[in-house]
């Protein structure tokens, strides 16, 4: 099993640019999640899906949609990309209350 | 207040130290607790669950103390590859167990 695969690993943008996170697991979980880490702060949660189809808001959804339309795969749209949208970004999934992170995209916004 | 919060540390520890971690959580309602490592630059990785009357996986125990909404990690006998950031992760609880909350982490080097 490749467990959470995450694209790309590093990305640079100019602010306003859009572009899409993307984020698979091949370990047939239903719950997926993303999340944000930056300097000094937890990892924040984004939005997350209970299954394909249903998709919710997490603590910080505002400039980033999501859509799930497959248990596989869970991507992350950043509609008009701005410097505080710089971050590391980690995709993961849940089996029980364990949760696998993807090994991160690296995301810089300038 | 942040919901969790962790001592960031660093902690630099020699090998063979015992070293203790501490997490408090704002949020009475929450259920579920967890211990997370996260080694430079790479995803974090479950390390161990927190049960209510205490566990112990190894050289790690894990506690928790519900009337102080407090969590703590202790590490026996710490070795070199025990280095890494130690993120504590609380269920935000109430009707959502699905928003989990990540303190900021505390940062562990264990030195020869």
């Known amino acids: 099993n490749a467990g959470v695969t995450q694209t790309p690993k590093f990305q640079v943008l100019k602010t306003g640019q859009s572009m899409t996170l993307q984020c698979a697991q091949d370990m047939n979980h239903e719950y997926m999640s993303w999340y944000r880490q930056d300097p000094g702060m937890g990892l924040r949660l984004i939005h997350y899906?209970?299954?394909?189809?249903?998709?919710d808001q997490g603590e910080v959804p505002n400039g980033y949609n999501v859509s799930r339309s497959t248990t596989e795969d869970f991507p992350l749209r950043l509609l008009s990309a701005a410097p505080s949208q710089t971050s590391v970004y980690f995709c993961?999934?849940?089996?029980?209350?364990?949760?696998?992170f993807g090994p991160g995209t690296r995301l810089t916004v300038l | 207040r942040k919901e969790v919060e962790q001592d960031p540390g660093p902690f630099n520890v020699p090998e063979g130290a015992t070293v203790a971690f501490n997490c408090t959580y704002s949020n009475s309602a929450s259920q579920s607790f967890f211990w997370y490592r996260q080694d430079c630059r790479k995803e974090p990785k479950l390390l161990m669950s927190v049960y209510s009357s205490g566990n112990e996986d190894g050289r790690f125990t894990a506690q928790l103390n519900r009337a102080s909404q407090y969590i703590s990690l202790l590490i026996r006998d710490s070795k070199l590859s025990d280095s890494a950031t130690y993120l504590c992760v609380v269920n935000k609880g109430g009707d959502n167990n699905n928003d989990m909350r990540f303190g900021a982490g505390t940062r562990l080097t264990v030195k020869p």
């Open positions: 993961a999934s849940r089996r029980g209350w364990e949760q696998f």
């Open positions: 899906s209970v299954g394909a189809g249903i998709t």
